[in-house]
């Protein structure tokens, strides 16, 4: 016999079980090293990739606002974050944000995750000189994107190939995969 404060739970449906929430959902690409929950129910996600032959880079990302980081903010155009200044910063925001949680980002098509890639490619243009572009540089699009690392290379590479005006490629001298160059806007 039901009472006033007793509850009922609701069984979810076949479909509504089976797909990811906040809290389960990893992108392609993506691996995800930890989840905050902030104060209102938005996850903030501390997050990787396989992009750096260098080491590994971190990024933090709320599901909920539009909160999104993968460098110092202490030393701008500087360092990359580590697990732990991520997730550093992932508890510091949890512990602020209201954001109510939103529906995950689609996967987007081909086409406008390669247009993803190229405004990326026109706003980092903007530097007076060349300047190495990273596949971390992209890990703030990460969970927009949600590619492999290869099939964002691979995009990459095809710009290279159209434009090298805007950016060239080469075989890395040590280890696998290419360096990148963006080149900034010509100069009148």
Not at 59 to 65: D, F, K, R, S, T
Request: aromatic share 8%; charged share 20%.
């Amino acid at each position: 016999m039901p009472t006033l404060f007793s509850r009922t739970s609701e069984t979810p449906t076949t479909s509504e079980s089976s797909q990811p929430t906040p809290e389960t959902w990893t992108p392609e690409g993506v691996t995800v090293a930890q989840r905050y929950l902030g104060l209102a129910g938005a996850v903030v996600l501390v997050y990787t990739t396989d992009s750096s032959w260098s080491g590994e880079y971190y990024a933090v990302a709320c599901l909920g606002c539009t909160y999104i980081t993968a460098r110092h903010k202490d030393r701008p155009g500087s360092d990359f974050l580590t697990q732990q200044r991520a997730a550093e910063l992932a508890n510091i925001h949890a512990g602020t944000c209201r954001a109510l949680r939103r529906p995950l980002p689609d996967r987007p098509d081909d086409a406008t995750a390669r247009d993803i890639i190229r405004r990326h490619l026109h706003n980092a243009r903007r530097s007076v000189n060349d300047r190495p572009l990273l596949l971390s540089d992209l890990h703030p699009q990460r969970l927009v994107l949600q590619r492999t690392t290869s099939w964002i290379e691979t995009e990459l590479l095809a710009v290279a190939d159209e434009h090298p005006d805007v950016l060239t490629a080469k075989p890395r001298a040590y280890g696998t995969g290419y360096e990148f160059t963006l080149h900034p806007f010509p100069r009148s």
